[in-house]
């Protein structure tokens, strides 16, 4: 069993690997994996894991201060869409995706026969979001543009399939998803951008402008539009594939790649597919992907997949951007928490240093939790995830993971996200003043983090998407059989008091799946949120105890107090808000909890009887 970590050898979050400082994270990746995959993956995590850690992480400090800039024009009033890249950006993007971030679980990597599971992606996302989740986004983008190439695309996508899915840098584009304008927001029905057969050129043109895109100048983006005669709604949009440049005037057969641009510099006016990139919006955070308005003015498309059924095309990219984004609040928690913990162990105030008083030992105590409770969620539901994708591949079904995941991807993004900013923010409180400052990253990661709750939906947003999962994909079945499971495998005497209490609560969340079921649609949409919330807590709740019960049975006590801390954090009704009980578990769990220290299974049962 390793032994636990002292943060006081650490003077920041910086130059160290946070594959080997993230224990919750490896043990996740190990419960989700199948063997050979942890096999072949576990180095290349560490490898990964120390190059975010000491290269991108220092590289992401500086395009902070330094990021893209747009040029639509060149010096003849020629529009040329250039978008300028500090330097460490493309060293970034070189560590990142010739590490096979996306390439790997779309193609066989070296040492395989077949790709890596989604999760795979997601779990290299949460370990690049540790140093920049702005940079996250267009890895994410990419990997879901080559999802719904990989299901929808034909002949014609093939070349930017095999683009977006390079290991080669200089053989490589990125992806995008253009969805909102500025009428419609998330209302996705409202699109106004249309789509046009030109007989002359064989192709489709787009026109219209997207109000908010970022990565706006991958060399594959996907966007929705709506053809002639097509139906009002959702129902009548269709997905087209929209290059950065035109293929036909900039000469080459495929997709213009990062080495061809960086080789050849701006496009030339004839290249230069009939679209403005308008400008970059000025915003809070996630820096280093460049966000702005792009007006089509007949732009060259390829239509992806059967007409008029777009929304649902981009509904499958959609569930893996939202597990992204969760993967990336995860990154988020687990890099302020790392911070903090550093922080405390370092900071004297009162001639101690500040993790020795009980204050900060309860929250450093509670930011862990979260973490483990955001990280075992949402890797549940990228097994889930690699479960489906897998089966697809081998030509079978695997309908009750994707029931499943259906219900638990739209609760993973809503409630990490919240948790991502609620993190960040007390990381920066942590650390005083220096935490508000540039100078320190905290300040950097709340800025991040704030779009979190914003991207790929909102929590509103999100919470409807539960009510469909439940209505059309009958998701209660298998939630109610999966929370079954777990529980009924709990049997060990230090967990009996926690998994009583989620037992009730679980009969209780049934009775509200029941309730709802039953009611108007307003008043569904009113308990909406409420009820995302109380899936994850319960769901959550089982997740921690079934890791408890096996790590207990091979001597490890520390997810129990993990699991009996959230439980009595999120589940438990206290009496007098607790102050009355006597409750010193904070104090007791700290070392366990916080800093990974062994604890035998015994004292975990002295812990939570006290």
Same mark, same amino acid.
């Given at each position: 069993?390793?032994?636990?970590?002292?943060?006081?050898?650490?003077?920041?979050?910086?130059?160290?690997?946070?594959?080997?400082?993230?224990?919750?994270?490896?043990?996740?990746?190990?419960?989700?994996?199948?063997? #050979?995959?942890?096999?072949?993956?576990?180095?290349?995590?560490?490898?990964?894991?120390?190059?975010?850690?000491?290269?991108?992480?220092?590289?992401?400090?500086?395009?902070?201060?330094?990021?893209?800039?747009?040029?639509?024009?060149?010096?003849?009033?020629?529009?040329?869409?250039?978008?300028?890249?500090?330097?460490?950006?493309?060293?970034?993007?070189? $560590?990142?995706?010739?590490?096979?971030?996306?390439?790997?679980?779309?193609?066989?990597?070296?040492?395989?026969?077949?790709?890596?599971? $989604?999760?795979?992606?997601?779990?290299? *996302?949460?370990?690049?979001?540790?140093?920049?989740?702005?940079?996250?986004?267009?890895?994410?983008?990419?990997?879901?543009?080559?999802?719904?190439?990989?299901?929808?695309?034909?002949?014609?996508?093939?070349?930017?399939?095999?683009?977006?899915?390079?290991?080669?840098?200089?053989?490589?584009?990125?992806?995008?998803?253009?969805?909102?304008?500025? *009428?419609?927001?998330?209302?996705?029905?409202?699109?106004?951008?249309?789509?046009?057969?030109?007989?002359?050129?064989?192709?489709?043109?787009?026109?219209?402008?997207?109000?908010?895109?970022?990565?706006?100048?991958?060399?594959?983006?996907?966007?929705? +539009?709506?053809?002639?005669?097509?139906?009002?709604?959702?129902?009548?949009?269709?997905?087209?594939?929209?290059?950065?440049?035109?293929?036909?005037?900039?000469?080459?057969?495929?997709?213009?790649?990062?080495?061809?641009?960086?080789?050849?510099?701006?496009?030339?006016?004839?290249?230069?597919?009939?679209?403005?990139?308008?400008?970059?919006?000025?915003?809070?955070?996630?820096?280093?992907?460049?966000?702005?308005?792009?007006?089509?003015?007949?732009?060259?498309?390829?239509?992806?997949?059967?007409?008029?059924?777009?929304?649902?095309?981009?509904?499958?990219?959609?569930?893996?951007?939202?597990?992204?984004?969760?993967?990336?609040?995860?990154?988020?928690?687990?890099?302020?928490?790392?911070?903090?913990?550093?922080? +405390?162990?370092?900071?004297?105030?009162?001639?101690?240093?500040?993790?020795?008083?009980?204050?900060?030992?309860? #929250?450093?105590?509670?930011?862990?939790?979260?973490?483990?409770?955001?990280?075992?969620?949402?890797?549940?539901?990228?097994?889930?995830?690699?479960?489906?994708?897998?089966?697809?591949?081998?030509?079978?079904?695997?309908?009750?993971?994707?029931?499943?995941?259906?219900?638990?991807?739209?609760? +993973?993004?809503?409630?990490?996200?919240?948790?991502?900013?609620?993190?960040?923010?007390?990381?920066?409180?942590?650390?005083?003043?220096?935490?508000?400052?540039?100078?320190?990253?905290?300040?950097?990661?709340?800025?991040?983090? *704030?779009?979190?709750?914003?991207?790929?939906?909102?929590?509103?947003?999100?919470?409807?998407?539960?009510?469909?999962?439940?209505?059309?994909?009958?998701?209660?079945?298998?939630?109610?059989?999966?929370?079954?499971?777990?529980?009924?495998?709990?049997?060990?005497?230090?967990?009996?008091?926690?998994?009583?209490?989620?037992?009730?609560?679980?009969?209780?969340?049934?009775?509200?799946?029941?309730?709802?079921?039953?009611?108007?649609?307003?008043?569904?949409?009113?308990?909406?949120?409420?009820?995302?919330?109380?899936?994850?807590?319960?769901?959550? +709740?089982? $997740?921690?105890?079934?890791?408890? *019960?096996?790590?207990?049975?091979?001597?490890?006590?520390?997810?129990?107090?993990?699991?009996?801390?959230?439980?009595?954090?999120?589940?438990?009704?206290?009496?007098?808000?607790?102050?009355?009980?006597?409750?010193?578990?904070?104090?007791?769990?700290?070392?366990?909890?916080?800093?990974?220290?062994?604890?035998?299974?015994?004292?975990?049962?002295?812990?939570?009887?006290?």
């Amino acid at each position: 069993m390793d032994e636990g970590i002292d943060y006081a050898e650490f003077s920041d979050g910086r130059d160290v690997n946070y594959w080997t400082l993230d224990r919750t994270l490896r043990r996740e990746v190990r419960r989700v994996y199948t063997d #050979d995959e942890f096999t072949w993956a576990e180095s290349r995590l560490a490898d990964f894991g120390g190059t975010v850690g000491h290269t991108i992480a220092a590289n992401a400090d500086d395009i902070d201060d330094h990021g893209p800039e747009l040029e639509p024009y060149d010096r003849d009033g020629e529009v040329q869409n250039l978008v300028r890249y500090p330097e460490r950006q493309y060293e970034n993007e070189r $560590l990142a995706y010739g590490r096979g971030i996306v390439a790997d679980a779309f193609e066989a990597p070296p040492g395989r026969d077949e790709p890596m599971g $989604l999760a795979h992606n997601l779990a290299m *996302q949460c370990l690049l979001s540790y140093a920049d989740p702005g940079f996250d986004c267009p890895v994410a983008m990419t990997a879901g543009a080559a999802l719904v190439l990989e299901k929808f695309g034909g002949d014609e996508h093939a070349l930017f399939y095999e683009a977006l899915t390079s290991r080669e840098y200089g053989g490589l584009i990125e992806g995008a998803m253009f969805l909102t304008e500025k *009428q419609g927001g998330s209302d996705v029905g409202a699109n106004e951008t249309r789509a046009e057969w030109d007989d002359g050129a064989g192709c489709w043109r787009l026109f219209g402008e997207k109000w908010f895109c970022s990565n706006i100048d991958a060399e594959g983006t996907l966007a929705l +539009a709506r053809t002639a005669d097509a139906p009002d709604g959702t129902a009548g949009l269709s997905m087209f594939l929209v290059p950065h440049a035109d293929p036909d005037r900039s000469g080459q057969d495929g997709p213009l790649t990062k080495g061809q641009r960086l080789e050849d510099g701006p496009l030339s006016p004839e290249s230069v597919n009939d679209q403005l990139y308008r400008r970059l919006k000025d915003k809070l955070g996630t820096i280093s992907v460049p966000t702005g308005e792009v007006e089509f003015t007949g732009a060259k498309a390829f239509l992806v997949g059967e007409a008029e059924n777009g929304f649902r095309q981009m509904a499958e990219m959609l569930n893996l951007e939202r597990l992204s984004n969760a993967a990336a609040s995860c990154g988020i928690i687990g890099r302020v928490l790392l911070e903090s913990k550093i922080y +405390a162990a370092n900071r004297e105030a009162f001639g101690e240093t500040i993790d020795r008083y009980p204050l900060m030992r309860a #929250d450093l105590v509670d930011m862990a939790v979260t973490h483990e409770a955001a990280t075992t969620y949402v890797f549940e539901a990228a097994r889930l995830l690699s479960e489906r994708e897998r089966a697809e591949r081998a030509g079978e079904t695997a309908d009750d993971a994707y029931r499943l995941m259906r219900l638990l991807i739209p609760i +993973a993004k809503a409630r990490t996200a919240r948790m991502a900013v609620e993190t960040a923010s007390y990381g920066m409180e942590i650390h005083g003043g220096n935490g508000y400052v540039n100078d320190f990253v905290t300040n950097r990661l709340l800025r991040d983090a *704030q779009v979190l709750p914003i991207w790929e939906g909102t929590e509103n947003v999100l919470s409807l998407d539960v009510l469909r999962a439940l209505e059309r994909e009958e998701a209660h079945e298998p939630l109610r059989d999966a929370i079954e499971k777990r529980l009924d495998g709990v049997s060990h005497p230090a967990l009996a008091d926690t998994a009583e209490t989620v037992e009730a609560e679980f009969r209780d969340l049934e009775t509200a799946l029941v309730t709802l079921a039953g009611e108007d649609a307003e008043y569904a949409q009113l308990s909406a949120k409420r009820l995302a919330h109380y899936v994850f807590d319960v769901f959550t +709740a089982a $997740l921690l105890l079934e890791n408890a *019960q096996r790590e207990l049975e091979a001597g490890n006590g520390r997810p129990a107090l993990v699991a009996q801390r959230f439980v009595s954090t999120e589940l438990e009704a206290r009496e007098a808000r607790g102050i009355t009980s006597g409750d010193r578990f904070a104090l007791e769990a700290y070392d366990p909890i916080v800093r990974y220290e062994p604890i035998d299974p015994d004292r975990v049962r002295e812990i939570t009887a006290e």
